[in-house]
């Protein structure tokens, strides 16, 4: 997908992007009504309705929003792997959310200095993304820092996602961003929270001969198939209902 659309938005990008803020939207709305706390219920939904709305900005730029979230095939789908990761228990929700909010935050704020297609729409979402970050800190902070079982266990989540972390510096077309610094920014950042919250820092490789880029590529894990087909399946059931 190498074409531009109207107004000259990279499609590649607004798709790559869309598909990273809608997919990590449906995985936190799956926590709805199984939250460890009614605080936590509203903090992830609030979450995921943000992420929802920045994917609906994004689809629409690339094209008719709807068929594009609810009518693609899976290898149509541009999201990291990282993103579709299923939830898991709380603290590799944790975990994904570290690593993912603090390289979009990232990505945002980049994008925002810019004069380039998405810079209105990441000037916005880059307020709402801090947040998402200082909630996934907050948390990561708690757990690892917390009983020995809780620190066990954000240590296992923070191990097992590490090596999805570096498909999210791949270059991507139509994105003015120099990605070794956006990823030497990002390395800092998490490893400094994850020290503070009495961590270590993964030893494994962070991208594998078999997931560098896939998700970009359109290459996913098995879990995703299960995750579309359930986020698909009231529309493809009625096609053209409205309430």
């Not at 899976?74 to 390289?103: C, K, M």
């Not at 809780?150 to 961003?177: N, Y």
């Not at 962070?206 to 590529?217: D, E, L, V």
């Amino acid at each position: 997908m190498t074409a531009t659309g109207p107004a000259t938005v990279p499609v590649t990008a607004a798709l790559a992007l869309g598909d990273d803020a809608l997919v990590l939207s449906h995985r936190l709305g799956e926590w709805a009504g199984h939250a460890p706390a009614l605080e936590e219920e509203v903090a992830l939904a609030n979450i995921a309705l943000d992420l929802l709305g920045q994917a609906r900005v994004l689809l629409s730029l690339a094209g008719d929003e709807d068929e594009l979230a609810f009518l693609r095939e899976e290898r149509s789908f541009r999201n990291l792997q990282l993103v579709e990761q299923p939830n898991g228990d709380f603290a590799h929700t944790i975990a994904r959310q570290l690593y993912f909010s603090t390289y979009q935050h990232l990505l945002h704020a980049e994008l925002a200095t810019g004069d380039g297609p998405f810079a209105p729409l990441a000037a916005k979402a880059v307020k709402e993304v801090a947040y998402h970050r200082d909630h996934a800190e907050q948390w990561t902070l708690r757990l690892g820092d917390g009983t020995g079982t809780s620190h066990e266990r954000m240590r296992r989540a923070c191990d097992a996602l590490w090596r999805f972390t570096g498909e999210m510096f791949q270059p991507v077309e139509g994105l003015d961003v120099d990605w070794a610094v956006l990823e030497s920014r990002w390395l800092e950042s998490v490893t400094w929270v994850l020290d503070r919250a009495t961590l270590t820092v993964p030893e494994g490789p962070r991208t594998g001969a078999w997931s560098a880029g896939a998700g970009r590529q359109g290459v996913h894990t098995e879990s995703f198939g299960r995750m579309l087909a359930e986020m698909q399946h009231l529309h493809r059931s009625h096609p053209g209902a409205s309430w």
